[in-house]
């Protein structure tokens, strides 16, 4: 399960490091997207297709009200579609840089 959840995170970063010259730390995002589970060492995963490929997003951090609203620890929830709403922002370090997803809003798609 790590071993996946690794990959989807780096698939979700290669995607960004090539979009990331049209984005700024004020763009916002808006994605229909599947929950795919919590794992307590990465966060809240979320997945869609775009322009034919797979792309994953993981948020670290979540409202707790979004958490105990769609029971996003639950496994039940896995599966289940949201309007996923968030902005991403770079992160530079000393000799790299990473990006960060901030969640704006969830709402479920019935």
Known sequence: MKLLILKFFSIGVVSLI????SLNNTDTIKVEADYDGFDEEVGYIFSFTSDDEFESIIFEEVKEEYIKKFNLQEET??????????????????????????????????
Do not use: A, M, P
């Not at 090539?18 to 010259?21: C, D, N, T």
């Open 18 to 21: 090539l979009i990331g010259s």
């Open 77 to 110: 929830s896995i599966g289940k579609r949201f309007e996923v709403t968030y902005t991403v922002v770079e992160i530079k370090n000393e000799d790299d840089f990473t990006f960060k997803y901030i969640l704006k809003s969830l709402k479920q798609i019935k």
